[in-house]
């Protein structure tokens, strides 16, 4: 019911930056809470970062706290995540995701809607 589409990825050095978009269409986010995951082959999602309904709180995982920040456009239909200080270890597909409950939003069971994913590699 709620289309996301991930843009911004690509291949950048460590100690760079990048700035994610994930552009909703369909219904309005506004209503939602907004996060961002990042998968690596063989691994499981994991959570990145997440923004609440009406932003009320935002939320980092430990590893990229103080690196990357989450902020939202609800005019826009749009969800950024700035990453600076990109470390290899930040390689990974990174997806958008939309949850109508908004609780628990630092893991994946809340969401509702994903997009497909746009690849961030960090060269060392």
């Known amino acids: 019911q709620v289309q996301l589409v991930e843009s911004g990825g690509g291949l950048v050095q460590a100690g760079d930056s990048l700035r994610l978009s994930c552009a909703a269409s369909g219904r309005t986010i506004s209503s939602y809470a907004m996060g961002w995951f990042r998968q690596v082959p063989g691994k499981e999602r994991d959570f990145v970062a997440a923004i609440s309904w009406r932003e009320i709180g935002t939320y980092y995982a430990d590893s990229v706290r103080g690196r990357f920040a989450i902020s939202r456009d609800n005019a826009k239909n749009t969800v950024y995540l700035q990453m600076n200080s990109l470390k290899p270890e930040d390689t990974a597909v990174y997806y958008c995701?939309?949850?109508?409950?908004?609780?628990?939003?630092?893991?994946?069971?809340?969401?509702?809607?994903w997009g497909q994913g746009t690849q961030v590699t960090v060269s060392s």
């Open positions: 995701a939309a949850a109508q409950k908004r609780t628990s939003i630092n893991t994946r069971y809340p969401y509702d809607y």
